[in-house]
C-alpha cells in the first residue's frame, strides 16, 4: 500500500507543476492584448484598426498599410478615404476611427477642439497646388490668371475642404476671383472632372497631378507657395487598439513613410 501511496502521491505532484507551468505560459498574453512575444522577445503587434485619411493620401497610404501589414503578420490596416472635413464629421458622430490624418491643420484642431484625439498631433508632410488640364490642354492654360477667362470650365475643392481653403488663399494672393462651375467635396473628385472632360481645369495637389500620371497635364504656377498645407496624424481617443495605432502612425512619420512620401511628391513639414 505504501508503494501504491508514493506512486498516486508523485502523479499528482507531477500534475501540481504542469498545471502551474501552463499558467505561467497563459499569462504572457491576455485575450485582449495587441501584441505578443515573437520568438526573440520582440513584442509583436496584432489586430486591427481602421484609417481615416485625406482623399489626397489615398496611394501613399495604400501602399504604407500594405507594407506594414507585411512587417507586421497578424495585422489589419482598413482605411477610409474623403475630404477631411467629411472625415472629421463622421468621426464626431461616432465613426469607428483609430487614426486620423488630415490634409491641414485646421480640421485636425477641429477633433483637438472636441477632445477626439489622444495626445499631439504629429506634421508628416506638406503638399501645394497645382493646375490639372487635359493632355490636349483645350483651354490654353499657362498660368493662374487663366483660370478667370471667360468660358473656361474650372473645378475646385469646396471651401471648408483643405484644398478649397486653400484655393481661396491663392485667389487672394493673385488677385484672381474664379467662377468655378463646381465645387467638390475632395481632390480626387476635382481631379475626376478633368481626366473624364467634363471640365478644362481644376486645382489639385501637385501629389495628385503625378498619381494620374498621363491622363493630365500638370501646370505649376507662382503663387501656389502662399497656401502650402501641413498634414497632420493623431490617434483617435476612442480607438481601441491604440497601440497598434500608434505604431502606424510611427510607421507613417519614420524613415520608410517619409521615402514614401517623397516618392509622391510630399514635401516634409
Known amino acids: 500500500m505504501r508503494i501504491a501511496s508514493k506512486h498516486v502521491t508523485a502523479v499528482l505532484v507531477a500534475g501540481v507543476l504542469a498545471a502551474g507551468l501552463a499558467g505561467c505560459g497563459a499569462g504572457t498574453s491576455g485575450a485582449g492584448s495587441t501584441s505578443s512575444a515573437g520568438?526573440?522577445?520582440?513584442?509583436?503587434?496584432?489586430?486591427?484598426?481602421?484609417?481615416?485619411?485625406?482623399?489626397s493620401l489615398k496611394s501613399t497610404f495604400a501602399k504604407l498599410a500594405s507594407d506594414f501589414e507585411a512587417t507586421n503578420p497578424g495585422t489589419k490596416i482598413t482605411l477610409n478615404f474623403a475630404g477631411s472635413s467629411d472625415l472629421v464629421t463622421q468621426i464626431t458622430q461616432g465613426a469607428p476611427a483609430d487614426v486620423f490624418a488630415s490634409a491641414d491643420t485646421r480640421n485636425m484642431a477641429k477633433l483637438a477642439d472636441a477632445k477626439l484625439i489622444d495626445g499631439a498631433p504629429a506634421n508628416f508632410a506638406t503638399n501645394v497646388l497645382e493646375i490639372a488640364v487635359p493632355p490636349s490642354n483645350p483651354a490654353s492654360i499657362s498660368s493662374f490668371a487663366d483660370l478667370a477667362k471667360p468660358g473656361v470650365k474650372v473645378v475646385v475643392c469646396a471651401p471648408q475642404v483643405p484644398c478649397g481653403a486653400a484655393t481661396e488663399t491663392v485667389e487672394k494672393a493673385a488677385g484672381t476671383t474664379l467662377a468655378p462651375v463646381s465645387e467638390e467635396s475632395s481632390v480626387t473628385d476635382v481631379l475626376g472632372k478633368v481626366t473624364s472632360g467634363e471640365a478644362d481645369a481644376g486645382l489639385v495637389y501637385v501629389t495628385d497631378v503625378k498619381t494620374a500620371g498621363d491622363k493630365v497635364k500638370g501646370i505649376p504656377f507662382a503663387e501656389s507657395d502662399q497656401a502650402v498645407n501641413t498634414y497632420p496624424?493623431?490617434?483617435?481617443?476612442?480607438?481601441?487598439?491604440?497601440?497598434?495605432?500608434?505604431?502606424?502612425?510611427?510607421?507613417?512619420?519614420?524613415?520608410?513613410?517619409?521615402?514614401?512620401?517623397?516618392?509622391?511628391?510630399?514635401?516634409t513639414p
Open 233 to 267: 496624424i493623431a490617434t483617435v481617443g476612442t480607438s481601441k487598439n491604440k497601440e497598434l495605432a500608434q505604431a502606424f502612425i510611427a510607421a507613417v512619420t519614420g524613415s520608410e513613410g517619409k521615402k514614401v512620401l517623397s516618392d509622391a511628391g510630399f514635401g
Open 39 to 55: 520568438a526573440s522577445g520582440t513584442p509583436r503587434l496584432s489586430g486591427a484598426i481602421t484609417v481615416f485619411a485625406a482623399a
